[in-house]
């Protein structure tokens, strides 16, 4: 019985024990904290238990159409968007007003060991203004590239932007993507410049890039300083004044937008929410578009930002639901929902990510396959831009082969697994998706399709099946300082990037737009952005398709077989850098045998690198005291065919570290 009670409680605690404690009477903090609800702050000891301790639920009924803005804070970068968030929550009295507040939206480990935010948090804020109170839904979303999925996401369910530009820094190649992403999903864009308090900052020259790049009048600028606070209330009046409310009918059926889903282990699936239309309460039986399974809601709410339970959630407010959905794959993001025997015309939901970088993933011990399988499924749900196939190797057993949107988006899925899982997992070299182009109709019938996609190097064509190999290229953006463009043009040419456009943007920065294969820009490039233009760079980029390419796959033997594992698709011209740095690692890895080892980089039969383990060797002259050289020469030669004998007759198993070392990104790059 005692084992079921609860935390906190222990065999002889009596109700006498909890009214002293409730009373104020017991020890300072005795009433454990978890009581009075996520939201509540722990009670003073002198202070009476009362009932607005507990989680009151909020009656959103208060919030008409009318008076909801729902809006997204888009912007490069550490260009202070999760600072700006912070203000606003304090200036509306969701969050106390301390020094602490530092990104308080950025709840990941992740996220606050990197600075950066990876998942868009939302926040529903009450604010008055001109006597009316207002429901203002606030989206603070990723800066970097490879999270521009959240930010895409996150727009469908705004209806305005905030566009914040640093004033020291100025227009960057991600504010450049991002407000493309708002223009085209023809959104209300606020321009924001921040940080006005720093000694280098010049807001009137960012306005004047504002005005040509993105053709917005200077004069609707709002100048702020979102660590200070200066101003920033000034832009809550203008969302409500400039950003329109959400087009939403209380009246008509339900139909809500899943723009994103968590897993809480106790209580299943907790979806995110935009209703477009109609009314949802606990209680509702709900239809899944995606899977046509019926739920049972058993809590609504709003996010404040922690989870506040409402008693309804009306069209055009934007909160959480949770439905008993205890299996990951039931709450599908861009999935609508509807109450049962009301069906209604699904919403177009998200265009499926597209990965642009492939990994293998294999757990480092068989026997956490099943833990690993769980914790991918689990993160996957958080994050749906992850693809997951699965693959198994020879020497690292059973695994996947995930597809992510950038080497970041895959280091910090890694990150996230092993801090929220505790899954320690080998991940292998990123390679890129290609194409091949059949050549005879017995093939295409033999793979059904003309085209197809490889993204495991081991399963690439050969030649002879092949009339074109094509590979992924992508239209990146580069924003610099004019002194660093020559060396910037010498590293995209170096990369075999053909250049599509330059333009300056004021008297000192350019604006280049080039062409990359993105095999060239996965691994190193933006490191090599950033060395060469001393931080001042950004870059960005977009897909743009696929073009031919003179692709040839490496094979690397030991002793004349091919190691499966370390196959890699490159280009003609490359191929031979590649192959070396691949011999040269693992001559460093393999371990020395009693026979000489050779690794070989080959394409089809023609060696293009190779390295030697040497073999140890006795000292077989040892016993010689001087002596005739002829009787040296018939021990050396005696000893060389033992070892020829051995070469051919000994197996090279390569150890998996050896594997783990080759195949695992190269952390000094």
């Excluded at 990197?114 to 529903?124: M, W």
């Excluded at 011209?573 to 590649?578: E, L, P, T």
Aim: a positive charge.
């Amino acid at each position: 019985m005692w084992a079921r009670a609860g935390p906190g409680w222990w065999p002889g605690r009596t109700l006498a024990a909890w009214a002293t404690r409730s009373a104020g009477l017991g020890p300072p903090g005795a009433f454990p904290a978890a009581a009075l609800g996520p939201t509540a702050e722990p009670r003073a000891p002198d202070r009476p238990f009362s009932s607005a301790d507990r989680q009151e639920k909020i009656d959103m009924s208060r919030f008409p159409v009318e008076n909801t803005r729902n809006f997204s804070i888009i912007a490069h970068v550490d260009h202070g968007k999760s600072t700006l968030a912070d203000r606003f929550l304090e200036l509306t009295g969701a969050i106390d007003k301390t020094k602490n507040n530092k990104q308080v939206l950025d709840k990941l480990q992740v996220e606050r060991e990197r600075g950066i935010t990876v998942k868009a948090q939302t926040a529903s804020l009450f604010y008055n203004c001109e006597g009316k109170q207002y429901l203002l839904n606030l989206i603070d979303t990723p800066g970097h590239v490879d999270f521009s999925y959240e930010v895409s996401r996150s727009l469908s369910a705004c209806q305005g932007v905030l566009l914040v530009v640093d004033a020291n820094e100025g227009i960057q190649a991600q504010t450049v993507a991002n407000f493309f992403l708002a223009f085209e999903a023809q959104l209300s864009v606020i321009p924001v410049i921040n940080k006005i308090d720093l000694k280098n900052a010049d807001p009137e020259r960012v306005e004047k890039q504002i005005e040509k790049v993105f053709d917005i009048p200077s004069d609707e600028c709002i100048k702020i300083s979102a660590k200070l606070g200066t101003n920033v209330e000034s832009v809550l009046q203008a969302v409500i004044k400039r950003i329109p409310p959400p087009k939403a009918h209380r009246k008509n059926s339900l139909r809500a937008l899943v723009f994103d889903s968590t897993y809480d282990q106790y209580r299943g699936v907790i979806a995110n929410v935009a209703l477009f239309d109609g009314v949802v309460s606990k209680g509702d039986k709900i239809v899944s578009a995606h899977t046509q399974k019926t739920y049972e809601v058993n809590e609504v709410g709003v996010l404040n930002p922690n989870e506040q339970p409402a008693y309804k959630l009306y069209a055009g407010q934007v909160g959480y639901l949770i439905a008993g959905m205890k299996d990951v794959t039931e709450a599908q993001i861009g999935d609508t929902l509807y109450l049962h025997k009301q069906p209604v015309e699904p919403l177009p939901g998200f265009k499926s990510a597209k990965p642009m970088v492939f990994a293998g993933v294999y757990p480092i011990d068989q026997s956490e396959y099943n833990n690993l399988k769980n914790a991918i499924e689990k993160l996957t749900l958080n994050d749906s831009s992850v693809t997951v196939h699965r693959d198994s190797s020879l020497a690292l057993g059973a695994g996947w082969r995930l597809g992510f949107l950038g080497l970041l988006h895959m280091e910090v899925f890694n990150q996230r697994l092993e801090q929220e899982y505790n899954a320690s997992v080998i991940l292998t070299t990123p390679t890129v998706p290609y194409k091949a182009v059949l050549s005879s109709a017995k093939l295409i019938k033999e793979y059904r399709e003309k085209e197809i996609t490889i993204i495991n190097p081991a399963q690439f064509p050969d030649k002879s099946k092949v009339t074109e190999y094509l590979e992924p290229i992508v239209l990146g953006t580069i924003i610099t300082p004019d002194e660093y463009t020559g060396k910037i043009i010498m590293l995209c040419q170096g990369r075999r990037a053909v250049q599509k456009n330059m333009m300056y943007i004021d008297q000192t920065r350019v604006m280049l737009k080039y062409l990359f294969p993105l095999n060239e820009i996965v691994v190193d490039f933006y490191d090599s952005l950033k060395s060469l233009s001393s931080g001042y760079a950004s870059f960005d980029y977009e897909d743009a398709g696929y073009q031919t390419a003179e692709l040839v796959k490496m094979d690397i033997l030991l002793n004349g077989n091919i190691v499966e594992e370390l196959v890699t698709v490159v280009h003609k011209d490359k191929a031979y850098s590649v192959g070396k740095t691949i011999c040269e690692r693992l001559k460093d890895s393999l371990p020395r045998q009693l026979f000489e080892i050779a690794i070989q980089a080959a394409i089809g039969s023609k060696i293009i690198a190779r390295e030697t383990v040497k073999a140890y060797r006795k000292n077989v002259l040892a016993k010689c005291y001087g002596g005739d050289i002829t009787r040296k020469m018939k021990l050396l030669k005696r000893q060389a065919e033992g070892k020829k004998k051995l070469r051919k007759i000994g197996n090279i198993e390569v150890p998996k570290d050896a594997f783990i070392k080759v195949l695992k990104t190269q952390s000094d790059k």
